[in-house]
DNA sequence: CTGAAAGCGCTTACAG
DNA sequence: CTGAAAGCGCTTACAG
């Protein structure tokens, strides 16, 4: 057992207004630092506290206020390096405002997610942040308004109207990347992403439920579109994670005529393209070029080091946590949908196209 | 404003139990599935519920049993691969078992340890659990046994008594590590962390006060004193982030003679010391030989391969969650200290040692 | 500045 | 099986 006391009943305001002699009220206003106390009164109270061990009860406190001072944020996946970075910036701006954070993943599942919003709104959060797996299926996220907490979305938008969201603007990243290859004379360019997606290939119109994926392959199509690039779609490889990315990759590689270049939706992607094609015999970029989205450190002492799509993580979730606590407090601001911009990285895996 | 109903006051019991025309007392028992209720009163009181779109106060329910299902768990940095992928197996454990878990960083500090602790204690957490900044500065740590919360350290010990803890063996897996380089002939190996250490140089004896580096360096030690090296003490770099790692490996290298081989203590270490080494024009493993604490993924794929000690750090978290939950449900057990085995997994960063 | 009372939304004996 | 009452540990008007 512990060598501390062994843990009898917590002392409570009343156990400190007993030994202070005062009434439970006072000894709550001396205690929670609110209202009048004369000196003489608080110092008998904070000593009775002390000697007691009295720790508060800030659920007991927040039950009366309607205040938990604590946020809930649901994710895909924490092992995942961009929500792990997007955590740090909504845990920073929530302990320095004072708020506790309650993670929940959802691995990227609407069921686990439904499931969570539902433990964070019982458990009382003042608002909650989340990465919605679905743009398509957002019944649920209608609970946090009917529960009348301030919901906020990270990284992704969702369809319906009524939502604050903290996103980048994928469109024009996907836009930058894909002209940074066909700069390069790339003709054969392949988008590859592990978003699920129902069909066996992408087909140009269906709904992509995910709207990162969705803004980055409008973006991606645009662009080929305009430089005149035929049936751009029929390189753009959703859903890679069910078959493997490796996989994926190998065929895009053994196309005929295969892809000279290929965009990874994100890290993870990348590192399994980027080992893929190099166990495969080629190189990068001679035989194939890379770009990846994000830019964690390893992407730099790759050899070689990957030109990548920089996005401001750890700014998104600081951001989506400000919003969330502006409407903790103000309950009638507008509805804002806040676009951060990405930085496309030029480093050395993108090469003039192979002949 | 929200596209949903403006949100008026939430339903609570008392509603539901007016609308279902029976007691409170009836109504909590058959919302919150406890207790006898006829199927015909709990079917009007979950029609009633439907109705009001009730969702239970969690709060209010951790105030009557005294269990907030809730673990609050405190790490160094959830931006770090290493707390990142234990936090998803802690989340897995606690969700499994109905726990929510509320994280706060504490960036290695005990102070913002400290006031962590406090906070998730006075929000009523079942269990902490809490990768310790430093295993001397505990007195704070005891706050959870007296306030009757059991306690799991996470990867380091701490000094004293009636901790339980889940940790690694990081004493014979720096030694692994330290006979690997010894094998293929290196004489002049360096340890780097960036544990915050007090003096400008190691000196043997001085306690450092994480213990997963104090262990290590004990096993890097025993392992040189046995091998014949004279005062191997005088490679240990500690402290390496104030001074730069960039800065620590390049003092290395240009030591006359310059150290043959680096055993970086985790895996952002390493990537400082891979690209510095490379920078400087030397290669590894021709040059300096190179090991790693820590197996993320890119270690895999750069030129050339990093050879790790493999940590099974998802299983660290989901074993403190699992011991964390156990306490909870029965307080007696006797303190104990779970340590996992490591694995060197050889790549292709270790080589002969230059003549 | 201080206190008595009621209340936050549940659960828990205790009767019936 | 159902209900009236008390209680969990605080805060909030309302008096004085």
């Given at each position: 057992?512990?060598?501390?006391?062994?843990a009898?009943?917590?002392?409570?305001?009343?156990d400190?207004?007993?030994?202070?002699?005062?009434?439970?009220?006072?000894?709550?206003r001396?205690?929670?630092?609110?209202?009048?106390?004369?000196?003489?009164?608080?110092?008998?109270?904070?000593?009775?506290a002390?000697?007691?061990?009295?720790r508060?009860?800030?659920?007991?406190k927040?039950?009366?206020t309607?205040?938990?001072?604590?946020?809930?944020?649901?994710?895909?996946?924490?092992?995942?390096?961009?929500?792990?970075?997007?955590?740090?910036?909504?845990?920073?701006?929530?302990?320095?405002?004072?708020?506790?954070?309650?993670?929940?993943?959802s691995d990227?599942?609407?069921?686990?997610?439904?499931?969570a919003?539902?433990?964070?709104?019982?458990?009382?959060?003042?608002?909650?942040?989340?990465?919605?797996?679905?743009?398509?299926?957002?019944?649920?996220?209608?609970?946090?308004a009917?529960?009348?907490?301030?919901?906020?979305?990270?990284?992704?938008?969702?369809?319906?109207?009524?939502?604050?969201?903290?996103?980048?603007?994928?469109?024009?990243?996907?836009?930058?990347?894909?002209?940074?290859l066909l700069?390069?004379?790339?003709?054969?360019?392949?988008?590859?992403?592990?978003?699920?997606?129902?069909?066996?290939t992408?087909?140009?119109?269906?709904?992509?439920?995910?709207?990162?994926?969705?803004?980055?392959?409008?973006?991606?199509?645009?662009?080929?579109?305009?430089?005149?690039?035929?049936?751009?779609?029929?390189?753009i490889?959703?859903?890679?994670?069910?078959?493997?990315?490796?996989?994926?990759?190998?065929?895009?590689?053994?196309?005929?005529?295969?892809?000279?270049?290929?965009?990874a939706?994100d890290?993870?992607?990348?590192?399994?393209?980027?080992?893929t094609?190099?166990?495969d015999g080629?190189r990068?970029?001679?035989d194939?070029?890379?770009?990846?989205?994000?830019?964690?450190?390893?992407?730099?002492i790759?050899?070689?080091?990957?030109?990548?799509?920089?996005?401001?993580?750890?700014?998104?979730?600081?951001?989506?946590?400000?919003?969330?606590?502006?409407?903790?407090?103000?309950?009638?601001?507008?509805?804002?949908?806040?676009?951060?911009?990405?930085?496309?990285?030029?480093?050395?895996?993108?090469?003039?196209?192979?002949?």
């Amino acid at each position: 057992m512990s060598p501390q006391h062994p843990a009898r009943r917590a002392a409570t305001v009343a156990d400190i207004a007993r030994v202070a002699k005062v009434s439970k009220a006072t000894a709550a206003r001396a205690l929670g630092e609110y209202g009048q106390v004369s000196q003489a009164v608080r110092d008998r109270v904070l000593a009775a506290a002390e000697e007691l061990d009295y720790r508060p009860n800030a659920l007991a406190k927040s039950m009366n206020t309607g205040r938990s001072n604590t946020i809930g944020v649901v994710v895909g996946d924490i092992e995942n390096p961009f929500f792990a970075v997007a955590m740090r910036g909504i845990s920073d701006v929530a302990s320095e405002a004072g708020y506790s954070v309650i993670l929940i993943n959802s691995d990227e599942t609407v069921e686990a997610e439904e499931a969570a919003l539902d433990v964070l709104l019982d458990n009382q959060v003042d608002a909650v942040i989340v990465a919605p797996a679905s743009s398509a299926h957002v019944e649920h996220l209608g609970n946090a308004a009917r529960a009348g907490r301030p919901l906020v979305l990270l990284d992704r938008r969702a369809n319906g109207e009524g939502y604050d969201s903290v996103t980048v603007d994928n469109r024009s990243a996907a836009r930058a990347a894909t002209e940074e290859l066909l700069r390069h004379g790339h003709r054969r360019i392949a988008f590859v992403s592990t978003h699920e997606y129902p069909q066996p290939t992408y087909q140009r119109g269906h709904e992509i439920t995910m709207s990162s994926v969705a803004d980055r392959v409008t973006g991606f199509l645009e662009t080929l579109d305009a430089a005149g690039i035929d049936d751009p779609e029929r390189y753009i490889q959703l859903d890679a994670r069910r078959r493997g990315v490796d996989v994926v990759t190998r065929e895009l590689l053994q196309e005929d005529p295969p892809v000279t270049a290929i965009i990874a939706s994100d890290s993870l992607i990348a590192m399994s393209v980027f080992s893929t094609v190099r166990s495969d015999g080629l190189r990068i970029p001679d035989d194939v070029s890379l770009i990846a989205f994000d830019n964690p450190a390893w992407t730099a002492i790759t050899t070689p080091p990957l030109t990548v799509v920089e996005q401001p993580i750890y700014e998104l979730g600081a951001a989506a946590a400000r919003r969330a606590l502006q409407r903790v407090r103000d309950e009638r601001v507008a509805d804002a949908a806040l676009v951060f911009e990405t930085r496309l990285l030029s480093r050395e895996s993108v090469g003039a196209a192979p002949a």
